[in-house]
């Protein structure tokens, strides 16, 4: 053959077959994401139809006065329950404006960026695999499934952990493009994602590791200096994000007093939680929105099974290490877990199912690319992958019933008692629920005594116990809940605000006036603490005066309560101010405010 023979010139229909190929390369990913994303949105559905609970929802949304009356700078500028979030409070705020309190809207923007991180994950997982749809089908199916991951989701509050990790993934996403084909646009659009996922929840500083996992994994070389000066940005934001939520944590005292429990046994705490975590993405029974604590020096039966799992969790990567996808996996699990194994214990928990919304994709990654890489017949393949299919559907169901424990705070705190009948968590918050929403203040209050026979100092069981014994009129008991409450934690405003109301009933005015003294103190914008004070003024001094200006006070922290303005109104009767009365009494009225006609006659009869 001659070897000047002319190339042949692609013909039309050539080009057409090259150009359905590359078609189909496109969109095959596509579908194979969505697929994972309809099977994660319909198993995840039920959760719109719920409603907010009692567990952070009204601090994060139902009373959030960032929401309410939407302070805007506020929300960029101060922590909200210990925590700096400012993105996540911005979106619950927009949520507000759209759709005021309506539960719906608040979940429906959960469930779709769950349904889109979902998508996210597969196409992590499908590049990392070099374009396995399985891999990345397998990954995203384990990850959106998850009935650990129902908490993320189904809790509205928690808005925090689907908004981090979408922008978490993103950046991923991103820095493989960048990996790929470096530049500069991309390398900004990894700081970027970065930035936005620190300020959805802090919990995203574990992202530079992350990304040198990747490198690793991808090829790169660490001993590269460029890898490492790449990363330089990344490590000074992460620790800038990771040093302002330590000291929100400690100025709220959410991180517990070290004394309580001992170093050996915090150490004991990491290593049962980094395997129970593991044990629990193929069995995460049994479930619980708490999972509490065990006695200070204490180390309960059921921690052996998860030390075993770490121990053989460890020891498996280290055999297989020359697997690139074993210590991958591994390692994007243990370095996303490794924050909140309570070496530093904070909160009520010492493990969360919130906690395992990222680390799992690491371990499902593992577990996808064992079944694709492994040398087995093409027969034992498919078997294997029928049982991991399974396994995602039996993971599916589960989540499925878990969405129904969120439907209520009621529903929600006796699945937790079912599986920790003495967690005073779960009972004080039961008995609030079923005290303020239920009116079932009897069983309320049985509930509390086991709180309290647990936990005999927890100030949120004292307080909604002595405002059940006020509204019960047992004045007594009132007293003595808000008592033990001062006296053991004497900064909460409430406790004196209760104990100055008992006080007064129990015929006790000047220690009354000293309680409610030393809350407006601790608390001046209470307008209860106001209030009530302006009654003692008005029925025990006579001090009409003081008594006017309290209930002035009262207004102006809350002009919507109309038993402030009637009491104002008696005031205006004793200065002889008829108009300014009769104002005051219609103010009531149109409020909702029962006034008696003796009321009423007094301020007509005024000159």
């Known amino acids: 053959m001659s070897k000047n023979q002319p190339k042949k010139v692609p013909t039309s229909k050539s080009k057409k077959s090259a150009q359905a190929k590359s078609s189909r390369k496109l969109v095959q990913p596509i579908l194979w994401a969505l697929g994972a994303c309809i099977l994660t949105g319909i198993v995840f559905i039920p959760m719109l139809s719920n409603g907010f609970t009692n567990w952070d929802d009204q601090f994060y949304i139902t009373s959030n006065p960032m929401l309410l009356d939407p302070d805007w700078n506020a929300i960029f500028t101060r922590p909200l329950m210990a925590n700096y979030h400012p993105l996540t409070v911005f979106t619950l705020a927009l949520n507000f404006q759209l759709s005021n309190l309506s539960p719906f809207s608040y979940h429906l923007v959960n469930w779709l960026l769950h349904v889109l991180n979902t998508g996210l994950v597969f196409f992590l997982a499908y590049r990392l695999s070099n374009r396995n749809h399985w891999v990345g089908l397998i990954t995203a199916l384990l990850f959106g499934l998850h009935p650990m991951h129902v908490e993320s989701v189904a809790w509205a509050s928690e808005r925090k952990d689907v908004l981090y990790t979408f922008f978490f993934l993103l950046a991923l996403l991103s820095y493989l493009k960048y990996i790929q084909h470096p530049d500069a ?131 498996g990567t280290w055999l297989f290490r020359k697997k690139k996808y074993v210590w991958f996996g591994v390692g994007f699990y243990a370095v996303n877990v490794a924050l909140v194994l309570q070496l530093l214990t904070f909160g009520h928990a010492i493990i969360a199912e919130r906690y395992t919304y990222v680390p799992y994709i690491g371990i499902g ?164 603490a106001y209030s009530y004070r302006g009654v003692v003024f008005y029925n025990y001094k006579q001090d009409y005066n003081a008594a006017k200006a309290d209930f002035d006070q009262a207004i102006l922290r809350d002009p919507k309560k109309g038993g402030n303005y009637k009491n104002r109104a008696r005031c205006w009767i004793k200065f002889g101010k008829k108009a300014e009365a009769l104002n005051d009494i219609a103010m009531a009225q149109s409020l909702g405010e029962n006034v008696v006609d003796d009321l009423i006659q007094a301020a007509q009869a005024l000159p």
Request: with cysteine; net charge neutral; glycine share 6%.
């Open 365 to 528: 990654f593992w577990l996808a690319m064992a079944w694709a890489t492994s040398n087995l017949s093409e027969g034992i393949k498919r078997g294997m992958l029928i049982v991991v299919l399974g396994f995602c559907g039996f993971m599916g169901i589960s989540a499925f019933q878990q969405i129904k424990v969120w439907k209520n705070s009621g529903a929600l705190w006796s699945h937790a008692i079912e599986t920790y009948p003495n967690s005073y968590m779960a009972r004080t918050n039961r008995a609030q629920y079923l005290s303020a929403k239920e009116g079932k203040y009897e069983e309320a209050l049985a509930d509390f005594a086991i709180a309290l026979q647990v936990e005999p100092n927890d100030s949120f069981s004292l307080i909604n116990r002595a405002t059940i014994y006020i509204n019960q009129q047992n004045f007594q008991a009132a007293y003595a809940d808000a008592d033990s409450l001062v006296k053991h934690v004497p900064h909460i405003a409430k406790g004196h605000y209760l104990r100055g109301v008992a006080a007064f009933q129990l015929n006790q005015p000047e220690q009354a006036l000293a309680d409610l003294t030393k809350a407006i103190q601790l608390d001046p914008d209470s307008e209860e």
């Open 185 to 315: 646009k991309k390398y900004i659009m990894v700081v970027l994602f970065f930035i936005l996922s620190l300020l959805s929840k802090p919990a995203a500083v574990t992202l530079p590791l992350v990304l040198l996992l990747m490198d690793a994994f991808m090829g790169r070389s660490l001993k590269d200096s460029k890898v490492w000066l790449e990363k330089i940005p990344f490590f000074v934001l992460s620790i800038v994000f990771g040093l302002l939520a330590i000291k929100f944590q400690h100025q709220s005292q959410a991180i517990i007093a070290p004394e309580i429990y001992p170093f050996w046994q915090k150490v004991i705490f990491s290593v049962y939680g980094f395997g129970e975590y593991v044990k629990r993405f193929f069995w995460p029974f049994p479930m619980s929105a708490i999972h509490p604590f065990p006695e200070a020096g204490m180390i309960p039966a059921s921690f052996y099974v998860g030390f075993l799992v770490s121990v053989l969790t460890i020891v």
